[in-house]
């Protein structure tokens, strides 16, 4: 009796959010926590880049995923492994040489998420005729990127509600910025035990009153409520403020003092002095649009917080607070002390927290900044807990749930394998990628296709933010973050969606053309923007939703021609292959894109990006792909 066949939707959905979230984990998760455990933002940047490598590097393992043991085999026990990593790192978080040993256990953790996106893309393909894999395309892209938003949104928050539930009560401070407030700060001295009430915050009207504590009871005093003007301020101004903040904390020991940096050679590279600079200048004396960069005098209004503990702490106790953005309007920022540490020395001194207004800024704006001092190495524990007990738990339902096709078999079988076997399959798997049909133009069309995107997504947050005398639309951060990071990932993923669904029911050879015309002709959305700078926030939003659309909607032929051509004894490493030709593709053009952008201005930039559509268009014409791969095939059925 054949066997009931699983249905997509019970595995795809959640097989694609485990592979995405442990990527998140890695990569910016990592650095979240390591920020709120106090490592310097030095080691952070340095240390947390190399966990990207496992990527970077999978093809080159690939092929032990096809030799040895089925997909969903590989699936099953790199997620186990996954979770036994995330508790691993749980249990070594409240250690005292936590950083050490986590980021090791994260290496273990990069190296196993990658060998699971091998097997799950490996599984994907097995276990789904053509029209299926061109139907779920859009899905599995979609749940990828809820365990982003899981990830970087949801678990962040419970590490925060943790530390809120365990620390002193939490200091929340309100700022809010308008063209009504107009007083500006006058700096004490910096031995002062106290700031002035009518000059505590620049720009502002009054001194806030602090909140109130009562006696005896160890708190925080802290401003409830902060004010700004809109106005701007001079750089000068700017940088005596800043100054001020950084060395009171660090004269009371409230932040550490940084590390002492080698300064950097004065004198320009040979790259810079006989490639970079002449061809830059070259461009911009040849195509370059005459952009008058008038010197910026001034910068956005700045505000100081004064935060004091109520009571002496005991003797040896340190009390570390962390201020962070919880909600309201981007434009406002915290740009120095984030992190402050009270102890038994410093706790009857106040400590400065600096805000910041957008300099773009012209209307009222109000945000919320929320310090906690609680448990963090428990808060974030917990939450790495959760996470393992998430893939605990995903192993034992994909273990029972994901179906088991008949063609999902190691390429060894079941006879024994030796060294030379090994050796030989090893490099058969890479010569018979590079021997197969159309091998340049496929190349081609991976590192190709995607060329003036790759380009133009590096660009997309500078050109919102920068003001319009710099061509740009001189949106504030907070208006960036609903047009490109709301209405823009709306209309990327809505794309992938529908053409997944365009795809299953005509193929992808039917829908190739559309979708490449998708992916170059929406581009122009920019080149309107460029030219005519519009105010119109409906008009700036609906430019990026269609370019985003379009973006999302292309993008699905990509993913199914890497499907496509890794079909073959081999397809799991080999689409692997493929997934590396397309990190190249994007890799390479977003390196010169902002060097060609600073020499060519942003309407002349936005032109070549068009001009470039071409090169999305030339290698489209020569691939060739079956008709039948991606329609639905009466009575194909799936072996499970």
Not at 346 to 353: L, V
Not at 401 to 414: E, H, R, S, Y
Request: aromatic share 14%; with cysteine.
């Amino acid at each position: 009796m054949e066997k009931k066949k699983v249905s997509p939707w019970a595995w795809i959905p959640s097989l694609y959010f485990a592979e995405g979230l442990p990527y998140v984990a890695v990569m910016t998760i990592t650095v979240i926590m390591y920020k709120r455990m106090g490592i310097s933002n030095t080691d952070i940047a340095l240390y947390t880049s190399w966990l990207y490598l496992p990527w970077v590097i999978k093809p080159f393992w690939s092929p032990f995923v096809d030799l040895f043991k089925t997909k969903r085999w590989w699936v099953v026990v790199m997620q186990f492994i996954l979770g036994c990593g995330l508790a691993a790192v749980a249990f070594a978080i409240p250690m005292s040489s936590f950083f050490q040993i986590t980021l090791a256990i994260f290496w273990i953790i990069g190296f196993a998420s990658a060998t699971h996106d091998i097997a799950a893309d490996g599984f994907y393909m097995l276990a789904l005729d053509s029209h299926e894999q061109s139907m779920y395309v859009g899905i599995r892209s979609t749940f990828y990127r809820c365990a982003t938003i899981f990830g970087q949104g949801i678990l962040v928050i419970v590490a925060g509600l943790l530390e809120m539930s365990t620390g002193l009560e939490p200091v929340n401070i309100e700022v809010t910025a308008s063209p009504d407030y107009t007083k500006e700060v006058v700096l004490p001295a910096s031995d002062s035990s106290s700031l002035p009430a009518n000059t505590l915050q620049a720009f502002a009207d009054s001194k806030p009153e602090a909140v109130a504590i009562s006696d005896g009871e160890l708190g925080f005093s802290a401003q409830e409520n902060v004010q700004m003007g809109t106005a701007h301020i001079s750089i000068e101004k700017e940088a005596e403020i800043k100054s001020f903040v950084e060395n009171h904390n660090i004269q009371y020991g409230f932040v550490p003092k940084p590390a002492d940096s080698k300064s950097e050679s004065a004198n320009e590279g040979w790259w810079t002095r006989r490639v970079s600079k002449p061809i830059g200048e070259w461009v911009t004396k040849s195509f370059g649009k005459k952009i008058e960069k008038s010197e910026s005098v001034s910068a956005g209004a700045m505000s100081i917080a004064e935060i004091k503990l109520s009571k002496r702490p005991e003797e040896g106790k340190t009390v570390i607070l962390n201020t962070a953005f919880n909600r309201g309007d981007k434009s406002l920022s915290l740009i120095s002390g984030e992190r402050l540490c009270f102890n038994a020395d410093n706790w009857d001194k106040p400590a400065y927290i600096l805000f910041h207004a957008d300099q773009k800024l012209s209307k009222k704006a109000v945000a919320e900044f929320r310090g906690l001092s609680g448990n963090i190495p428990m808060s974030w524990s917990v939450t790495f807990f959760i996470l393992a007990a998430f893939f605990l738990l995903i192993t034992l339902y994909h273990k029972f749930i994901l179906p088991k096709p008949n063609v999902d078999k190691a390429v060894t079988g079941d006879s024994k394998v030796s060294a030379s076997m090994i050796f030989k399959e090893f490099f058969g798997t890479f010569g018979s990628f590079f021997r197969k049909k159309q091998i340049w133009v496929a190349m081609a069309f991976m590192l190709l296709y995607r060329f003036p995107e790759a380009q133009l997504v590096k660009l997309i947050n500078p050109f919102l933010l920068d003001s319009k005398d710099l061509g740009g639309m001189g949106l504030t951060t907070g208006q960036v973050g609903i047009v490109y990071g709301t209405v823009g990932i709306l209309g990327l993923t809505i794309g992938g969606i529908i053409g997944g669904i365009v795809a299953a029911k005509g193929g992808l050879k039917r829908w190739l053309w559309p979708m490449a015309w998708s992916i170059s002709l929406t581009c122009a959305t920019f080149v309107y923007l460029s030219v005519f700078q519009p105010e119109n926030m409906l008009v700036i939003n609906l430019c990026v939703f269609i370019e985003q659309f379009g973006y999302g909607f292309g993008f699905t032929a990509y993913m199914l021609y890497m499907i496509y051509f890794s079909e073959g004894e081999y397809k799991t490493a080999h689409y692997a292959i493929c997934t590396a030709f397309m990190a190249l593709g994007m890799m390479v053009p977003g390196m010169f894109a902002g060097w060609l952008q600073e020499h060519l201005g942003y309407e002349n930039f936005f032109w070549w990006i068009m001009i470039c559509c071409a090169a999305t268009i030339i290698v489209t014409m020569f691939v060739k792909v079956d008709s039948s791969f991606g329609k639905k095939v009466e009575e194909k059925k799936i072996n499970e």
